[in-house]
């Protein structure tokens, strides 16, 4: 397991960490593609890709999963 979580930790881009810390934030879709001046669809994308890669059905999942890895700060 220890294999797969340092993998996981260094599989996330570093766009996909930008929009979970504003999704933590409390950031809608629509304000985080403005403030990173890309798409709502690229937006759910980048979250998408992120629960696949963390092995996750949710995006409340995936946020505290990033939590206990230390990958985001609340």
């Known amino acids: 397991m220890k294999d797969r979580e340092y993998q996981t930790k260094h599989t996330l881009t570093k766009r996909e960490k930008e929009v979970f ?21 690229t937006v759910r994308n980048h979250i998408s890709n992120a629960m696949q890669k963390l092995g996750v059905k949710g995006r409340s999942q995936a946020v505290i999963e990033l939590l206990r890895m230390g990958e985001l700060e609340l």
Do not use: G, H, M, N
Request: glycine share 0%; net charge negative; proline share 0%.
């Open 21 to 41: 810390e504003l999704l933590v934030q409390d950031k809608t879709t629509r304000e985080i593609a403005e403030e990173l001046f890309i798409s709502e669809k």
